[in-house]
């Protein structure tokens, strides 16, 4: 059986009392993974990662961390790389992280060479005595990671870390975030960006609306949803403009000269049937395209949180 880092079992909870903002979320992290939690904005992503870190109270439902219900100690295991940065910009790079690691109840030898470790890790050694506020935002991210592995812990949840960043520092953040997990941290990963989603994670969880729609790992989840969003590459004998009539029934996606990439309405190996018994000879080919991580996304959600 896979371990588990998180379980978390029909979790709600709502800032007011009459509109919950997470509606009986269960959620497992298996160990080791890139957990990515999925979901248009205001879905609850950040509400949930708070609900988790023990810094928001759930109304109802079981936390449960290393196999023990959250506990100071289990939070001293979990970091967390926020959206909205701690970060206190007058005071310097190694200032910052030193208060995080005090947070920690780190003193003396073993606080510096945290913070020392923290910051060689993510290349802010040499810039420990600028001022925070000196930094550009792709260091800004990367002394805000710092501050949230300075306690060295089992599993790191980041919020949106590469949001309104240029391509060459959303790269620089990104292989941080895989060297954590090389060196055995599970990764929790909020994002609205489903592509991102995609390249980085090994397991996915859908947000909309408070719920958790789905959750598994990448291969299970496109597997087990490819009915809802079969396309099919269909090869042509004549042109495809001229055969589109025929296929009304089906949205087309793509249409080049003799090639067309076509949905298959939920119906699967039947739709292909039918779409050869249209065409008959002039179809030469159909190949059944695999999923990816947008369709399956578009076609559980409706895009609004
Ligand atoms: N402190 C708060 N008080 C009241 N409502 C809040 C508070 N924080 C968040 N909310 C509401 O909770 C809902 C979920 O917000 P949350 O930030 O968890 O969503 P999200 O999926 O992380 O969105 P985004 O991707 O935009 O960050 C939103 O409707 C938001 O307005």
């Known amino acids: 059986m896979v371990r588990t880092v998180f379980r978390g079992e029909s979790i709600s909870f709502g800032y007011e009392k009459h509109h919950l903002i997470l509606k009986d979320v269960s959620i497992t992290i298996p160990a080791q993974s890139i957990y990515g939690i999925i979901g248009p904005a205001e879905a609850g992503k950040t509400t949930l ?3 988790m870190l ?21 939070n001293r ?10 970060l206190i910009y007058d005071l310097s790079v190694y200032e910052n992280v030193l208060l995080f690691g005090k947070l920690y109840q780190y003193r003396g030898k073993r606080l510096k060479q945290q913070v020392e470790q923290a910051l060689q890790f993510v290349g802010l050694w040499e810039e420990r005595k600028k001022k925070a ?19 060295l812990p089992d599993v790191i949840i ?27 941290i599970t990764i929790i990963y909020l994002s609205q960006n489903v592509e991102v989603i995609e390249q980085l994670c090994t397991h996915v969880g859908i947000m909309q609306h408070g719920n958790l729609i789905v959750q598994g790992s990448m291969e299970e989840l496109l597997e087990q949803h490819q009915h809802r969003c079969a ?10 403009v001229e055969l589109q009539g025929e296929l009304a029934d089906y949205k087309i996606r793509e249409l080049e000269a003799c090639t067309m990439v076509v949905e298959l309405n939920d119906d699967g190996e039947q739709g292909m049937q039918r779409i ?17 991580l947008q369709q399956v996304y578009a076609s559980l959600t409706d895009g609004t949180a």
């Open 77 to 86: 295991r979990v970091g967390y790389v926020p959206y909205e940065k701690a």
């Open 133 to 151: 506020s000196q930094l550009s935002p792709e260091l800004t991210q990367q002394l805000n990671i710092a501050c949230g592995i300075v306690h």
């Open 276 to 292: 050869k018994a249209i065409l008959g000879d002039r179809l030469l080919q159909i190949d059944m395209i695999s999923p990816q």
């Open 49 to 51: 990662a708070k609900v």
């Open 231 to 240: 396309l099919v590459k269909l090869t042509l004998a004549d042109t495809a």
């Open 54 to 74: 023990g810094l928001e109270k759930s109304t109802n439902g079981t936390l449960i961390w290393f196999n023990e219900r959250i506990n100071a100690s289990t």
């Open 158 to 184: 980041f919020d949106e870390p590469i949001e309104e960043m240029d391509n060459q520092a959303k790269s620089t953040i990104l292989s941080t975030i895989r060297k954590l997990h090389e060196m055995g």
